[in-house]
Each structure stands twice: as C-alpha cells, then as structure tokens.
C-alpha cells in the first residue's frame, strides 16, 4: 500500500517552456503533499507544503510565482515551473501523507533538464 | 546550518554482518524521527520511525535506536543482505507527521552490502 505515482520522470525542454508535473496518490487520500528539490549529492530540500484545497505554503527563498503548486484533491498535486530556465534543472520529488500521524510516502522523482 | 547531519557519505559490511547507520540531529523540538531507502532513478522508500517517546523501534531485520540526551539515532540491519545496498536518508520532524509534518532530511550515507 501507499503508492505514490509522479509524472513525467524525465522531462528535457527549451529555456522558457513551462513544465508540469503531476504527484497521485493511487491507494491513499493524501492530505497533504510535499514538493522536495534534489541537487546532486545533497540532500532532499523542502519547496512547498499543500493541503487539498488551501493555497501551498512555500518555505523561504521558494519563488511562489516560479512554482505554482495545485492539490485540487485528495489524491493530486502539481507542480508548474513557470518559464523554466537551465538554473531550474534540478531533480523534484512529491512525497504524500494521509490521515493522522504516518509517515510521508515519496513518488519516484521527475528529472528535470532545461536547454 | 544543517539540523539534521549524518556525517558517513558511505559505509561497507559484509552480507550477514550488521549495519549500522548514524544519525545526529539539533533541533531538540523534532519528536518524530524517519528512515528512508532509496535506490538511484527512484523516491525514497519509507522504512521505519520511531517517536521521542520510545527509544527503540523494531521492524523485521530493521531496528531504530532514539538517544534524546545525545540528540542522535542510529538504524541497525541485522542481518545485513545485497539487496539492502541504497542510500539511506534519516529524516526529522517537529510536528509528529501532523500537519506540521515537513520533513528534514540528512545527505544520506551509502550502504554497500558485499556477497
């Protein structure tokens, strides 16, 4: 149990395309849903918190006009890089969390690479 | 100022031996504590937690020791298999995987299991 699907895992754009990527929850409603960045050799970084239905909340230096986050569900979360350039290239990775205290369960990532 | 530190990038046992995996916080409000797995090209894989009111949680081959007054825990693997090869990441929380549940997590250290 406690699958979490992310779409796409690799996406390669041009500089100044948006990029969406989707985070599901499949067997679980999530009430919450993370949205980590990844630099290589570092560890997961902490972008953005949402609850189904209330605006995200960004952690500091997180442009919120760069990433729009959306949990229109219970089950769904986005993540839109708005007008992505080479500096947004970077590994994102949901993780969802479902009702009372449980542990976050993580999608497999979306590699993403701006030209 | 990383509040979560695991100060071995990598560790070697041998099959069948034990392993053991560091974990140092600073935070003394965290009070719910995580181990994740994670192999390359996929999301960390949630694999046991443990709470500030326990000082030890068992699952199976995996076992988690809280030391508060040290502000340190550990992950032991006994006995330790190939298959057990990952990167593990210890992870914190303040808000007892409620809704103030952001994680905060450690570089990771390496785990190689050899036959």
């Known amino acids: 149990g406690a699958v979490v699907s992310q779409h796409p895992s690799w996406v390669i754009c041009k500089s100044g395309t948006s990029v969406k990527i989707e985070c599901r929850s499949l067997?679980?409603?999530?009430?919450?849903m993370f949205w980590y960045r990844q630099f290589p050799k570092q560890s997961l970084m902490l972008m953005a918190t949402?609850?189904?239905?209330?605006?995200?909340?960004?952690e500091q230096g997180v442009e919120k006009d760069k990433f729009l986050i959306n949990h229109a569900s219970l089950t769904l979360s986005t993540l839109t890089v708005t007008s992505a350039h080479p500096e947004d290239s970077s590994f994102y990775i949901c993780?969802?969390?479902?009702?009372?205290?449980?542990?976050?369960?993580f999608g497999d990532g979306t590699r993403l690479s701006i030209l | 100022d990383q509040q979560v530190k695991q100060n071995s990038p990598s560790l070697s046992v041998q099959e069948g031996r034990i392993s053991i995996l560091n974990c140092d916080y600073t935070?003394?409000?965290?009070?719910?504590f995580l181990w994740y797995k994670k192999y390359p090209a996929e999301g960390p894989t949630f694999l046991i937690s443990?709470?500030?009111?326990?000082d030890k949680n068992e699952d199976g081959r995996f076992t988690v020791f809280l030391n508060k007054s040290a502000k340190h825990l550990s992950l032991h693997i006994v006995p330790s298999q190939p298959g057990d090869s990952a990167v593990y990441f210890c992870?914190?929380?303040?808000?007892?995987?409620?809704?103030?549940?952001?994680?905060?997590f450690g570089k990771g250290t390496k785990l190689s299991v050899k036959p």
């Open positions: 935070n003394s409000m965290f009070d719910y």
């Open positions: 949402s609850n189904e239905g209330s605006k995200a909340t960004y």
């Open positions: 067997d679980f409603q999530a009430t919450t």
């Open positions: 443990i709470s500030s009111i326990k």
């Open positions: 993780s969802a969390q479902g009702w009372g205290i449980q542990p976050q369960h």
């Open positions: 992870a914190a929380s303040g808000g007892y995987g409620g809704s103030q549940g952001n994680l905060i």
